[in-house]
């Protein structure tokens, strides 16, 4: 079992950052693969950023050279960085655990970012 916690959300202009950072409870973090999603108003939920265990990372073609996802396995935290922001970036964020030998799924409680001038 692996709970999340999502932290950092908040109002910021077009072309600002911010840091997004999931602290996740439970043991044997280094073994998730690990994610972040989002879900803008009527639109499905989509995968922003995925970082694997072992292997490179993944992105949205959307904010790929914009976002980049890390993660510190000894403090247990995933943590997604947002630069160049754009009012269609606007959206519920949400942190992702994948364990990839069981197959299950855990999620955080989502941190809204808005993007608005």
């Known amino acids: 079992q692996v709970q999340l916690v999502e932290s950092g959300g908040g109002l910021v202009q077009p072309g600002g950052s911010l840091r997004l950072s999931c602290a996740a409870s439970?043991?044997?973090?280094?073994?998730?693969?690990m994610g972040w999603y989002r879900q803008a108003p009527g639109k499905q939920r989509e995968l922003v950023a995925r970082?694997?265990?072992?292997?490179?990372?993944n992105y949205a073609d959307s904010v790929k050279g914009r976002f980049t996802i890390s993660r510190d396995n000894a403090k247990n935290t995933v943590y997604l960085q947002l630069n160049s922001l754009k009012p269609e970036d606007t959206a519920v964020y949400y942190c992702?655990?994948?364990?990839?030998?069981?197959?299950?799924?855990?999620w955080g409680q989502g941190t809204q970012v808005t993007v608005s001038s």
């Open positions: 992702n655990a994948y364990h990839p030998v069981r197959g299950t799924n855990f």
């Open positions: 439970g043991s044997r973090f280094s073994i998730y693969n």
């Open positions: 970082i694997p265990s072992a292997g490179t990372t």
